[in-house]
């Protein structure tokens, strides 16, 4: 299971395997406080990306295809967080204030739409 929270949100036990995917680390927060797993800053935007969307909510829908694209060559870390997921909950974190226009948000979506094709994929090659 894959869950969404801003890394600003009290760490809750069934938050399970907490990953930052934030480039940038979060603005006055302590490693400590954030109770962070992982930082796996190599999966976000580009900053090329992250500058040009600024969290303008009428840029959302093209920043998703853009942010999608990008995560089409970053297998390794996919594959990463979808290990984690196999084992348990996976929340990733992220600084924005928008919980709903943020690369987590994408990243969780691409995440399940491509465990969603993998398993069609499966499924066909076995008939």
Same mark, same amino acid.
């Given at each position: 299971?894959?869950?969404?929270?801003?890394?600003?949100?009290?760490?809750?036990?069934?938050?399970?395997?907490?990953?930052?995917?934030?480039?940038? +680390? &979060?603005?006055?927060?302590?490693?400590?406080? #954030?109770?962070? %797993?992982?930082?796996?800053? /190599?999966? =976000?935007?580009?900053? *090329?990306?992250?500058?040009?969307?600024?969290?303008?909510?009428?840029? +959302? &829908?093209?920043?998703?295809?853009?942010?999608? #694209?990008?995560? %089409?060559?970053?297998?390794? /870390?996919? =594959?990463?967080?979808? *290990?984690?997921?196999?084992?348990?909950?996976?929340?990733?974190?992220?600084?924005?204030?928008?919980?709903?226009?943020?690369? #987590?948000?994408?990243?969780?979506?691409?995440? /399940?739409?491509?465990?969603?094709?993998?398993?069609?994929?499966?499924?066909?090659?076995?008939?």
């Amino acid at each position: 299971m894959i869950k969404i929270k801003r890394v600003y949100d009290q760490p809750e036990s069934g938050d399970g395997f907490r990953i930052l995917v934030d480039r940038i +680390w &979060p603005r006055g927060l302590s490693k400590g406080k #954030a109770d962070v %797993d992982l930082w796996l800053k /190599e999966i =976000a935007p580009s900053d *090329e990306l992250r500058k040009w969307f600024g969290h303008e909510p009428e840029k +959302w &829908p093209e920043f998703r295809q853009r942010y999608a #694209a990008e995560l %089409d060559a970053k297998h390794d /870390e996919v =594959a990463a967080i979808r *290990e984690h997921a196999r084992k348990g909950t996976v929340t990733l974190l992220f600084g924005a204030r928008d919980d709903q226009h943020n690369n #987590a948000v994408v990243l969780k979506e691409y995440i /399940e739409s491509k465990r969603a094709r993998k398993g069609k994929a499966r499924k066909a090659a076995a008939r």
